[in-house]
T-cell receptor, first 115, second 112 residues
């Protein structure tokens, strides 16, 4: 089955700890994205990558870091510098044709709680 | 002004009725528009994409786009209780980066 997997589904951490969220896709999509969703708000873009070994900051990148060493994988690290890390984190992917992306498909998400 | 605006709802419709969900956007250069359905506690699921002015139908769903008015809508015919969810409107930002801008979503409740 083709799709996007994220792990873990739920994650609990103490304040001050870094934590890494996993995202893997076997759709052969070029582009991958990380979004954050807070209650009652739309999704906000954290980071995105259109090609291996390259990624760009989204609207709320402060306190986060990513890597893209393989086409299939785009892990997100939530660092202790992120002021309000508790949220629902969503990974997505899409094809790129030329310079345009098309439909973005989402993984099941990771719900992070930091206390 | 928010970049993508939706009425938060809840929009309550009886089973079998037509549900009409609306979205306005501020980026005049946007060319790609998407509707996602999100059940409580789950991730968004793509249900429709639309790129040209007019209507696009897929089963019980019809997306409507009017770029001049910067307006996109989703109609759900013969609404079912299983359609009860939050519907997110997303617009592909025209300034590059292939960034989707999401509205906050409209909560739809279909009652038997």
């Amino acid at each position: 089955d083709g799709g996007i997997t994220q792990s873990p589904k739920y994650l609990f951490r103490k304040e001050g700890q870094n934590v890494t969220l996993s995202c893997e896709q076997n759709l052969n999509h070029d582009a991958m994205y990380w979004y954050r969703q807070d209650p009652g708000q739309g999704l906000r873009l954290i980071y995105y990558s259109q090609i291996v070994n390259d990624f760009q900051k989204g609207d709320i990148a402060e306190g986060y870091s990513v890597s893209r060493e393989k086409k299939e994988s785009f892990p997100l690290t939530v660092t202790s510098a992120q002021k309000n890390p508790t949220a629902f984190y969503l990974c997505a992917s899409s094809i790129i044709i030329g310079t345009a992306s098309y439909e973005q498909y989402f993984g099941p998400g990771t719900r992070l709680t930091v206390t | 002004q928010k970049e993508v605006e939706q009425n938060s709802g809840p929009l309550s419709v009886p089973e079998g009725a037509i549900a009409s969900l609306n979205c306005t956007y501020s980026d005049r250069g946007s060319q790609s528009f998407f509707w996602y359905r999100q059940y409580s506690g789950k991730s968004p699921e793509l249900i429709m994409s639309i790129y040209s002015n007019g209507d696009k139908e897929d089963g019980r769903f019809t997306a409507q786009l009017n770029k001049a008015s910067q307006y996109v809508s989703l109609l759900i015919r013969d609404s079912q209780p299983s359609d009860s969810a939050t519907y997110l409107c997303a617009v592909l930002f025209s300034g590059g980066y292939n960034k989707l801008i999401f509205g906050a979503g409209t909560r739809l409740a279909v009652h038997p």
